[in-house]
């Protein structure tokens, strides 16, 4: 299959600052990337859903401000938390669904993950 | 509104058994697909099966297989034979047919015994 890949895998940063991770696809051409956050031992909470060229759509109750989300090829996204916080510390998963239509579906490709961690 | 639910938090299984586990839906789409992911301790989403809603057939992959039932919105996993490596979370998904964002369920923990 596909593979998606995140860097970086693991980060920890101080509060206040800002830390960008990046979700590429590294095989295929992804116009739609997404972005989740799962706590431990939770589901994965879909945060938004990025477009290539365009901005970003949010889901209700992600601060837009704060989770600041690019997505300038098609081949890669960035979310950057922005003034990071200790609440902010989450397993943050980017995915990635195909251009080409195939099949009777589309999958979406998984990144491994990036897990964040504000002192 | 779409919704996904999973109401087994934790299940145990004997190696070499089969064990199910339960997933309901709720949408208002006419056409949506339904995925099952299996996520390890590692973190990483592992995809195991897909289920349409307009297929007519349940959808089997080796030794997954899904129990689709439309009516009662319903896409319970099976997987046969079970082995330690099946040990995991589990996660069912929906996709509408209006956007290609994936509602995950709550998630089942998987344990296989030896």
């Known amino acids: 299959g596909a593979v998606v890949s995140q860097h970086p895998s693991r980060v920890i940063c101080k509060s206040g600052t800002s830390v960008k991770i990046e979700c590429r696809s590294l095989?295929?051409?992804?116009?739609?990337m997404f972005w989740y956050r799962q706590f431990p031992k939770k589901s994965l909470m879909l945060m938004a859903t990025s477009n290539e060229g365009s901005k970003a759509t949010y889901e209700q109750g992600v601060e837009k401000d704060k989770f600041l989300i690019n997505h300038a090829s098609l081949t890669l996204s960035t979310l950057t938390v922005t003034s990071a916080h200790p609440e902010d510390s989450s397993f943050y998963i980017c995915?990635?669904?195909?251009?080409?239509?195939?099949?009777?579906?589309?999958?979406?490709?998984f990144g491994p993950g990036t897990r964040l961690t504000v002192l | 509104a779409q919704k996904i639910t999973q109401t087994q938090p934790g299940m145990f299984v004997q190696e070499k058994e089969a064990v199910t586990l339960d997933c309901t839906y709720d949408?208002?789409?006419?056409?949506?697909?339904l995925f099952w992911y299996k996520q390890p301790s590692s973190g990483e989403m592992i995809f195991l099966i897909y289920q349409g809603s307009y297929d007519e057939q349940n959808a089997t992959e080796g030794r997954y297989s899904l129990n689709f039932q439309k009516a009662r919105k319903s896409a319970n996993l099976v997987i046969s034979a079970s082995q330690l490596g099946d040990s995991a979370m589990y996660f069912c998904a929906l996709e509408g047919d209006s956007s290609y964002k994936l509602i995950f369920g709550s998630g089942t923990r998987l344990l296989v015994r030896p």
């Open positions: 949408t208002s789409d006419q056409s949506y697909g």
């Open positions: 095989d295929f051409q992804a116009t739609t």
């Open positions: 995915s990635a669904r195909e251009v080409v239509e195939r099949g009777s579906y589309n999958e979406q490709f």
